[in-house]
């Protein structure tokens, strides 16, 4: 049976490569796309008769209302700091590295509810606007990688971790 006391309202802290992203702006948005591929055989046409995983797709979206560099360091992806300019840029080619991004429920008492991203890029375009009449906050997606050092002993790799596991 269900209970209210499972119902979750309210944004999270974001922390990136251990750097405290700062203050959200629509909150945070996990999608997960399961990549499977369907068997059909003609006599039951179109419908499928087996399934196979191919692959898992997570992204995390966020809007940034905080425009300061060293956040912006950590969420554009060939941001590098030097002193105290920003440059963007990276030659083509280049290796991401990937970091921890960890989701913390503000109102959350404990980590029960964090949600772990063991290796996230970032993705996507970042658009900064400055204009007179709107807010200086800029969009952020992650993408999820495998991160083979969190594996199971199946060897199983791991993009994502609802939780923290207790200790035992």
């Not at 944004?11 to 948005?29: F, L, M």
């Not at 196979?52 to 956040?71: A, D, N, V, W």
């Amino acid at each position: 049976m269900g209970s209210i006391s499972n119902l979750r309202l309210g944004q999270c802290d974001i922390t990136y490569n251990n750097v405290p992203i700062g203050h959200t702006k629509g909150g945070v948005e996990i999608t997960i796309k399961n990549d499977v591929t369907e068997v059909t055989v003609d006599k039951y046409g179109s419908t499928p008769v087996r399934a196979f995983h191919k692959g898992t797709r997570i992204e995390i979206k966020t809007t940034l209302s905080e425009y300061e560099f060293t956040q912006m360091e950590q969420v554009i992806n060939a941001a590098t700091k030097s002193g105290s300019i920003l440059k963007i840029g990276k030659i083509a080619g280049t290796e991401l590295d990937g970091a921890e991004l960890l989701l913390h429920p503000s109102n959350a008492g404990d980590t029960s509810t964090d949600v772990t991203v063991f290796k996230a890029i970032i993705i996507g375009d970042t658009k900064i606007p400055f204009q007179v009449d709107q807010e200086t906050v800029y969009d952020v997606t992650w993408l999820a990688l495998v991160s083979l050092d969190d594996a199971d002993e199946d060897g199983n790799g791991f993009l994502i971790q609802f939780g923290v596991p207790s200790e035992e």
